[in-house]
């Protein structure tokens, strides 16, 4: 069963604070292989939130958003937040999603948290959202909040792939859209890290996570009866740029369709990365298929395509 | 479509200290220097919510040179609550895993993979980096789509079943959706909440699946659920400390909200024949009954502390243990969010879900 909903308003927002791999690693007792080594994965500035609340980060992206489209608030149906980092909510029993909508004024909202996908969880909360149009009619309009803020320095390393980057976005989807229609969706989760930092990266994980994208991003072309070489465009999570050249390459995708123009300027903005690369590629076509990808480290992995 | 069924259940509930034996220890706790990554994030986090990380838990504002026995005396003549079941093994995700598995264990091998599994939760697993969804997936050993609902504390599983139908509604292939909840409160998160209530450790499981020819006869069915926030004019985000204050904003809330459910269905209060309903208190829980006019012997009454989003199966599992359900039997639900929200779904019987509860806490019925 399908409903014609789609992406209609992005917004996003990055705290101003801009610093560069370098300084960061001379800050946090990294080495000058760990430098080189982010500098070949495509990382030279991340954003550092510097205090600043992810309920802040959330809310400025979400007020963007508000100023963008005109959104009535009373008019929102359902807001779903999703974060990577588990302080990345309210500290329990508080409820960052009922502040987010009492804020707002979203008094007639259904609200909740979707995570635990990792930087993967915004666009597996798509597979959620679009049977939640499938299966109530009278839903109109849901609005898809994402935010992480690493507060630890240290811990923004991902290992062998990128740097954590802090920030949010937000995305509002409707019925009836008349762009950026969500076509297809594919979510992937191995369990395989689920362990975090207290496990070991195995080095066959970094395979895996190669052939899982190949095979999400082919399965969701074929979902969407395409082949993988019609998307015009690939808006990836900013890890590991070579990786994505490789599996790029391996789907005979051209390279020059994979958006990199903020990846090296801002980093892995967490579960941010597809919501602020749609918000920043003016060269969209109208009509034709793009692709958001996000991965998660704990082999979650999620693809969905767009009509724009 | 057809509802979908509630074919079987699980939980686990660790051993309960008495109240007054917990208080002690976390009085103890509370004097506890926090070290690494909990020293370095959590008290700028709480700080960023207008919180200092010890309030929840410090004595009574009006009883600040009581003794810790006395202050938790006090606690459990309001509350009701007179035991605290204590998780002193597994982490929360160790939990969650263990009844997920009793779950899968007791399948047969030729039935239907599990398609999607949802982790409902108001606390933090140990490391912040972990992901209980993500271990799940790895213990259940197939394909399926692990994530976690939250931020509604104990109605994160009305969530999660209204997700559940939807999911059966637009995904047709779907067959099973096995729902998972589980608490475990590890300091500086506090289990007490001002005087209103006192959280303890436990996990719950419950297997959905589509309604079919197989399934019908098994189990309960899922009629419907809602959930919604309190209005903030009531209840503003930090909850008040009283009992009588939080309750008076809570239970009208939970009666509309059931009321409006039972209109939807055409069924009146009178045709209950079982009470899922969360014990936060014994005073709001009380006051729901009343309200629709339920007598007592429709819930379960003891005096165990509340067991967060993990409280409607683990009673779910009781109550099937412990009562025999007639067939077309309504049963209803209930539940409240701590940070502002209030749930509540019907089933009807229509078989006996396998049920395994694993209960070491003693209630004091």
Redesign the interface.
């Given at each position: 069963?399908s409903?014609r909903i789609g992406l209609t308003h992005t917004a996003y927002y990055l705290p101003e604070r801009v610093d560069d791999v370098r300084s960061w690693a001379r800050r946090a007792g990294h080495s000058a292989a760990c430098v080189a080594q982010l500098e070949r994965v495509g990382v030279r500035y991340y954003r550092d939130a510097a205090?600043e609340?992810v309920?802040?980060m959330a809310m400025k992206a979400i007020d963007a958003l508000i100023r963008s489209s005109g959104l009535s608030p009373n008019t929102l149906d359902c807001m779903i937040?999703t974060h990577t980092?588990?302080?990345s909510?309210?500290?329990?029993?508080?409820?960052?999603?009922?502040?987010v909508?009492?804020t707002f004024g979203f008094?007639h909202a259904?609200?909740?948290?979707?995570?635990?996908?990792?930087c993967a969880?915004l666009l597996?909360?798509l597979?959620?959202i679009?049977?939640?149009?499938?299966?109530?009619p009278a839903l109109r309009r849901v609005l898809l909040v994402g935010a992480d803020a690493m507060?630890?320095a240290s811990e923004r390393l991902i290992e062998g792939a990128g740097l954590m980057s802090d920030g949010a976005c937000a995305a509002l989807i409707e019925r009836d859209s008349p762009v950026n229609r969500l076509i297809a969706v594919r979510?992937?989760?191995?369990?395989?890290?689920?362990?975090?930092?207290?496990g070991q990266q195995e080095s066959h994980l970094a395979t895996q996570y190669f052939l899982s994208a190949r095979q999400l991003i082919a399965t969701v072309a074929s979902d969407a009866g395409l082949e993988p070489t019609a998307i015009q465009r690939i808006l990836p999570h900013h890890l590991d740029l070579p990786a994505w050249h490789r599996v790029l390459s391996s789907l005979g995708i051209a390279r020059e369709r994979l958006f990199t123009e903020n990846f090296s300027r801002i980093a892995h903005v967490s579960v941010s990365d597809p919501i602020i690369n749609l918000t920043d590629c003016h060269s969209l076509l109208w009509n034709e298929p793009l692709l958001l990808f996000a991965h998660g480290?704990?082999?979650?992995s999620s693809a969905a395509l767009l009509l724009r | 479509m057809s509802a979908p069924v509630v074919t079987a259940v699980a939980a686990y509930v660790p051993p309960a200290l008495p109240l007054a034996q917990w208080s002690q220890i976390e009085h103890t706790l509370n004097a506890t220097v926090l070290t690494g990554w909990a020293r370095l994030v959590y008290p700028y986090w709480f700080a960023a919510y207008g919180r200092d990380l010890p309030q929840p838990s410090m004595p009574l504002d009006d009883t600040p040179s009581a003794s810790w026995p006395a202050a938790a005396a006090g606690i459990a003549v309001e509350t009701g609550i007179g035991f605290v079941p204590v998780e002193k093994n597994d982490d929360l995700s160790g939990l969650a895993t263990d009844v997920a598995q009793t779950i899968c264990a007791a399948r047969a091998p030729e039935a239907p993979r599990i398609d999607v599994v949802m982790f409902c939760h108001s606390s933090l697993n140990e490391h912040v980096s972990t992901t209980t969804a993500g271990r799940l997936r790895a213990a259940i050993g197939e394909p399926c789509f692990p994530f976690s609902i939250a931020q509604q504390q104990g109605a994160s599983v009305f969530t999660a079943l209204r997700l559940a139908k939807d999911l059966f509604v637009a995904e047709p292939e779907l067959r099973v959706i096995l729902i998972v909840a589980a608490e475990k409160w590890c300091h500086p998160f506090a289990r007490r909440i001002g005087r209103w209530t006192l959280q303890g450790d436990a996990a719950g499981a419950i297997l959905l699946e589509r309604d079919s020819p197989a399934t019908h006869s098994r189990g309960l069915q899922l009629l419907d659920t809602a959930v919604q926030p309190l209005c903030r004019a009531d209840a503003p985000f930090g909850l008040p400390a009283s009992l009588i204050d939080t309750n008076a904003i809570f239970a009208p809330a939970l009666l509309a909200l059931i009321d409006a459910l039972l209109r939807r269905h055409g069924r009146r209060a009178g045709e209950i024949s079982a009470v899922i309903a969360h014990q936060v208190n014994r005073p709001l829980v009380e006051a729901v009954s009343r309200q629709l006019g339920l007598p007592r012997e429709r819930h379960l009454e003891d005096r165990r502390a509340y067991l967060g989003a993990a409280e409607s199966i683990v009673r779910l599992a009781e109550t099937l243990d412990m009562c025999t359900l007639e067939h077309g039997a309504l049963v209803l639900a209930w539940g409240v969010g701590l940070g502002g929200y209030v749930g509540c779904s019907l089933l009807e019987a229509c078989g006996k879900p396998a049920v395994c509860l694993s209960d070491a806490s003693p209630t004091g019925q």
């Open positions: 069963m409903a205090g609340s309920a802040s937040y980092l588990q302080g909510v309210a500290p329990p029993p508080m409820s960052l999603t009922r502040i909508c009492d008094v259904e609200a909740f948290s979707f995570a635990q996908q990792h969880s597996g909360a597979r959620v679009r049977a939640m149009f499938v299966a109530r507060p630890v979510t992937h989760a191995s369990g395989l890290a689920w362990q975090g930092a207290l480290v704990g082999g979650f | -």
